[in-house]
């Protein structure tokens, strides 16, 4: 036979999600006595929200076991369980796993083909491909990738170096007879034509560093955004324990001893109002080691702060270089539809320079990129290691939540366990205080009336801790984390590396091509037709092309300023960065 409803009465709420914080959360209503109607029980929870309850020790108050073991029967069911969504044509009563697995992360095919990239030491000896960045060797193995770049730099700079020097040679050799006389073709249109397509190219690269560019704040702002999230649910699971705890207390230290000075007559009733108190002490020590989180040096909200900072002035830095980049390539076009020498040796050095920095970007890029590579190939290790460290957690608390499987049971269950039979037993306590004590002594009403609702609010922060304990909570916030680096940040630092690569051949390109065009623009001397020479005829892009050119110029600043303002509004950015 199921035992009556208890006479406590709990006004409904909506339940919320199970583990994520801010999500509005629901107690279960209780039936009313008045009623008359015997409770109904509550559907089976889910196997992943059970609660067991050891046995314990028989209430030595026996006068108010019957409630008690109503109300433990009932606070099993409804603070371990959560309603779920049933689908249409779904049969009532049938089992179904809670939500399926958390969401967990697959490393991409970029990431295992950049971990395959050999590691070795400056002693040319094979290092592991582990992430490892405090080790030296590792640190000295990123070092050589990068090296790689600024030997290709080393190695562009020598052959234009001798392009250059061969042409100057080949300029400075008399000549026999004329161009018309010798018959030999005139190049000047060709190195032109092939210096503009150069260009062009290098306009494709920009576009496509842009792109990167926001692809990697988009990663990065992802990242910060778990964190700032993950901190909100922890700092919500001290802040419920810090009021449950203080909440119980009081009611320690006010109701019950004004409880036990009006029932002072009744040592039976003293008796179960000192029973309610140690009930309440236990539950609020239980409480008080939920809080996990309390006193660790290691803040998420400072770690975000600091990544946000970092990731501000490389989006700058690149922006810069990106803007750079093109203001080269379309001056250097303007130079040549003008065919103004001035213009071009300015861009031809200013080529140089970006040259420089393109090749020195390509070099971080790839190091940023293999180290990435590595660290998403197997994040867990590095991440629960470092964690450790920094926080000195229970290492059963980091794999419960850095895991959050079946195979890793709940570090926080045998407290709730307990705190949830004492919650039981306390209210077991005042149903029997209110039968027995308040006909006799009518003052003993008001204090138990405070102490219920102190009850409520207390199973309510009962419920929200469940809730934000559970490990898919955080555990999808270091999901969402780890696609924001190793998806969105590497798919961002492959387009930039393509960028440098691209910007790096054509800016070659141009510069071997733009002593060739400028050599052969019409000499703007006066005297150069008194003394019978004639003036080059080779056909250049003219006045007809600025056009085309001030739309292409138009084109890519509208592009750009796209770009900006998307970055901007980004969904993943983080408002503390946003409004910094």
Request: charged fraction near 15%; charge should be neutral.
């Amino acid at each position: 036979m199921i035992p009556p409803c208890p006479s406590l009465h709990l006004s409904p709420r909506i339940f919320g999600e199970p583990g994520v914080p801010g999500s509005p959360l629901v107690i279960p209503a209780r039936c009313e006595t008045s009623s008359g109607h015997q409770g109904e029980p509550w559907p089976l929870p889910p196997k992943s929200w059970h609660l067991p309850l050891p046995k314990s020790p028989p209430n030595p108050c026996s006068v108010f076991s019957s409630s008690s073991s109503a109300f433990s029967a009932f606070s099993s069911r409804a603070i371990s369980s959560a309603p779920q969504h049933i689908p249409p044509g779904a049969v009532l009563g049938a089992r179904r796993p809670w939500g399926g697995p958390p969401p967990g992360f697959r490393p991409s095919g970029w990431v295992h083909l950049l971990h395959q990239v050999p590691h070795t030491n400056f002693q040319l000896r094979p290092v592991a491909s582990t992430f490892a960045p405090q080790e030296q060797d590792y640190q000295q193995a990123l070092l050589l990738v990068a090296a790689l770049a600024g030997l290709g730099l080393a190695v562009n700079l020598l052959v234009l170096g001798l392009y250059l020097l061969r042409s100057c040679c080949r300029c400075r050799r008399p000549k026999a007879a004329p161009p018309e006389a010798s018959g030999s073709p005139d190049g000047g249109g060709c190195v032109t034509w092939s210096c503009v397509a150069a260009l062009l190219l290098g306009c494709a690269g920009i576009g496509l560093g842009f792109y990167g560019n926001s692809e990697t704040s988009d990663g990065v702002s992802q990242l910060s955004f778990s964190l700032l999230h993950a901190n909100h649910t922890l700092s919500s699971i001290d802040r419920l324990v810090s009021e449950t705890v203080e909440r119980l207390g009081s009611a320690v230290r006010s109701e019950l001893t004004t409880l036990e000075e009006v029932m002072a007559p009744r040592t039976e009733l003293v008796a179960a109002a000192r029973g309610a108190r140690r009930q309440a002490e236990a539950v609020a020590q239980q409480l008080g080691e939920l809080a996990f989180w309390r006193g660790v040096p290691l803040s998420p909200i400072r770690v975000a702060e600091s990544v946000s900072f970092v990731e501000e002035y490389r989006w700058l830095a690149y922006i810069l270089l990106l803007l750079l980049d093109l203001l080269v390539c379309l001056f250097t076009l303007l130079g040549l539809a003008k065919q103004s020498k001035w213009l071009v040796i300015v861009m031809t050095v200013m080529s140089l320079l970006v040259l420089v920095l393109s090749w020195g970007s390509m070099g971080l890029e790839a190091a940023a990129a293999v180290g990435l590579s590595d660290f998403c190939s197997s994040p867990d290790p590095y991440v629960l290691n470092l964690t450790r460290e920094e926080t000195g957690l229970n290492p059963e608390i980091l794999h419960y939540y850095f895991l959050c499987n079946q195979v890793v049971s709940n570090p926080f269950q045998e407290r709730l366990t307990l705190s949830q039979r004492s919650l039981a037993s306390i209210y077991s306590q005042l149903q029997g205080l209110e039968r027995e004590a308040v006909p006799q002594f009518p003052a003993a009403q008001k204090p138990l009336l405070a102490l219920e609702e102190m009850l409520n609010v207390t199973e309510g922060n009962f419920h929200q801790l469940v809730a934000l304990l559970h490990c898919r909570g955080l555990h999808k916030d270091y999901g969402a984390a780890l696609r924001g680096l190793c998806e969105d940040s590497m798919e961002g630092l492959l387009f930039l590396l393509l960028f440098s690569l691209l910007s790096a051949l054509a800016l070659a390109t141009a510069l071997c091509s733009l002593p060739g065009a400028w050599a052969h623009f019409p000499s703007r001397n006066p005297n150069a037709s008194s003394n019978g020479s004639r003036p080059s005829e080779t056909p250049a892009l003219g006045w007809v092309c600025y056009p085309h050119l001030w739309i292409l110029l138009a084109m890519m600043t509208n592009t750009a300023i796209l770009c900006l303002a998307q970055e901007r509004r980004s969904p993943f950015y983080p408002e503390e960065v946003i409004r910094r």
